[in-house]
T-cell receptor, first 111, second 114 residues
């Protein structure tokens, strides 16, 4: 069973607009959530994280929102830039610090 | 500071063979995790090593094994390869287990089993 789900395999957004990537989870015991970005032929790189005691974390153009009651988090990128084109993974950390990963969403920024 | 390195980057093997992949973590990082990535499946956790001890293990058959050396370098081994083992194998390091979940990934080893 997939405990972390990214239901959109891909997303296409116009440059300069907002990109919203979504992630749902099933385990209410997850206490830390992370977003990673992956370019082809490279390993994932950490982007932003949020603790379960918060509902929002912002870092420059990137903001992550957490809705615990809905078991849903989202990553907002504003404004979207061509370099943001990549695969984005959502991951959740359990009490044993093991990361459970979503399947990823491929973001395409159109010029 | 040098990043996580993985060797080899690409590998082609035949069914039934075995393979060993190597990972050198960032200097000072003592925790190494291994993941398998296949299209549409995200990253599947294989195992985590810390101070030469396996700390966590994912849901993979016993054909998948690993170890960590005193210098924190890690190897993973897959025996009796199957076609379904074709994947990108990623290694990630962090200073300690957990570390806020932030891990630093290598570029991966692309394994193709024919």
């Amino acid at each position: 069973d997939q405990q972390v789900k990214q239901n959109s395999p891909s997303l296409s957004v116009q440059e300069g607009r907002i990109s919203i990537l979504n992630c749902d989870y099933t385990n209410s015991m997850f206490d830390y959530f992370l977003w990673y970005k992956k370019y082809p032929a490279e390993g994932p790189t950490f982007l932003i994280s949020i603790s379960s005691i918060k509902d929002k974390n912002e870092d420059g153009r990137f903001t992550v929102f957490l809705n615990k009651s809905a078991k849903h988090l989202s990553l907002h990128i504003v404004p979207s830039q061509p370099g943001d084109s990549a695969v984005y993974f959502c991951a959740a950390s359990d009490s044993n610090y093991q990361l459970i990963w979503g399947a990823g969403t491929k973001l395409i920024i159109k010029p | 500071k040098a990043g996580v390195t993985q060797t080899p980057r690409y590998l082609i093997k035949t069914r039934g063979q075995q393979v060993t992949l190597s990972c050198s973590p960032i200097s000072g990082h003592r925790s190494v995790s291994w993941y398998q990535q296949t299209p549409g499946q995200g990253l599947q956790f294989l195992f985590e090593y810390f101070s030469e001890t396996q700390r966590n293990k994912g849901n993979f058959p016993g054909r998948f094994s690993g170890r960590q050396f005193s210098n924190s370098r890690s190897e993973m081994n897959v025996s009796t390869l199957e076609l379904g083992d074709s994947a990108l194998y990623l290694c990630a390091s962090s200073p300690i287990p957990g570390a806020g979940g932030e891990q630093y990934f290598g570029p991966g080893t692309r394994l193709t089993v024919t």
